[in-house]
């Protein structure tokens, strides 16, 4: 087959032509002279570049399941029928189980003695109690359930729990004897009983002043012995029982609870120190006896 001219020029223009040349069946002077003419005058053109050829993929496997189309809103999590799972997060803490601490202050102000009682032997209303130290137990009140005066001291001492009543030994003769200088006896007049029902017992097993929650935990027990008793006087004894029967901090000192009537509830309340106290400092029994005069005269103008 004899490649025309036309085929010879474009091969030229694909810079094929100075490399190589068809061979094709003898051609005339003159034939020759017009094709050699015709590409010399053609311009040289600038090798053509070739494009890249893209890389086939591999075949799938067999048995190859492709893979979920993507949202371009996700990114790189792939779009599947179910949403995206949710972060990891630690589980929730178990709800809090609430401490049965006994009765309310509402309860404990509609009990009858016998139900008072129940409810200081049962108490978790403070630490103590629910820690259930060794040897403390509760010491209940004494005295007259229909009383004139109401005596209340701090806090149940070893003596007291020992003897299983407020106010027990040396302590506890004195105030008799500071009772009867006014004419008045705990089995005819008077009830006596402590703020904190348990000794409140240190470290290595002493007694220790009771702490503010103590005190008030207990307090609710208290008015209720005052108003089931019926007493119009209350005589605080220490520092401890004035302050937190006056709803001061219980380290205050008892001179600014001295010298004065308060009242408690429908109550009269006079503070005085705590026989322990007159026992050992003995010049202080005038101060005593000054408070005890005041708390007579407060039970005369009432005419009890």
């Given at each position: 087959m004899r490649m025309s001219e036309r085929d010879e020029v474009f091969l030229r223009e694909m810079g094929i032509?100075?490399?190589?040349?068809?061979?094709?069946?003898?051609?005339?002077?003159?034939?020759?002279a017009a094709v050699d003419a015709a590409l010399e005058a053609a311009p040289e053109a600038a090798p053509a570049e070739e494009a890249p050829v893209e890389a086939s993929a591999p075949a799938p496997a067999p048995g190859f399941i492709p893979p979920p189309p993507r949202d371009p809103a996700w990114g790189a999590v792939p779009m599947t029928s179910a949403p995206p799972p949710a972060a990891w997060a630690p589980p929730p803490p178990p709800a809090p189980v609430e401490e049965?601490?006994?009765?309310?202050?509402?309860?404990?102000?509609?009990?009858?003695?016998?139900?008072?009682?129940?409810?200081?032997?049962?108490?978790?209303?403070?630490?103590?109690?629910?820690?259930?130290?060794?040897?403390r137990k509760p010491v209940y009140g004494a005295g007259a359930r229909a009383a004139r005066w109401f005596v209340a001291a701090g806090a149940t001492s070893s003596v007291d729990e020992k003897a299983g009543q407020p106010l027990a030994g040396e302590a506890g003769k004195l105030l008799?004897?500071?009772?009867?200088?006014?004419?008045?006896?705990?089995?005819?007049?008077?009830?006596?009983?402590?703020?904190?029902?348990?000794?409140?017992?240190?470290?290595?097993?002493?007694d220790r002043?009771?702490?503010?929650?103590?005190?008030?935990?207990?307090?609710?027990?208290?008015?209720?012995?005052?108003?089931?008793?019926?007493?119009?006087?209350?005589?605080?004894?220490?520092?401890?029982?004035?302050?937190?029967?006056?709803?001061?901090?219980?380290?205050?000192?008892?001179?600014?609870?001295?010298?004065?009537?308060?009242r408690l509830g429908a109550a009269d309340?006079?503070?005085?120190?705590?026989?322990?106290?007159?026992?050992?400092?003995?010049?202080d029994k005038a101060l005593a006896w000054m408070d005890l005069c005041r708390a007579r005269a407060a039970h005369a103008r009432r005419g009890r």
């Open positions: 032509a100075p490399l190589w040349r068809l061979r094709h069946a003898p051609r005339g002077a003159a034939v020759d049965d601490t006994g009765p309310s202050v509402e309860e404990i102000a509609r009990m009858d003695w016998d139900a008072l009682r129940t409810a200081i032997a049962t108490c978790r209303r403070c630490g103590g109690c629910k820690d259930g130290e060794a040897g008799d004897n500071m009772l009867a200088a006014v004419d008045l006896s705990r089995e005819q007049d008077v009830y006596v009983t402590s703020l904190v029902k348990c000794r409140p017992a240190s470290a290595n097993g002493g002043a009771p702490t503010f929650e103590e005190a008030a935990a207990c307090r609710p027990f208290l008015e209720r012995e005052l108003a089931l008793s019926g007493a119009s006087t209350v005589l605080t004894l220490g520092q401890i029982a004035a302050n937190g029967l006056l709803g001061k901090p219980l380290q205050e000192p008892l001179a600014g609870s001295r010298n004065a009537v308060h309340l006079v503070a005085t120190l705590h026989p322990g106290e007159l026992l050992r400092r003995g010049a």
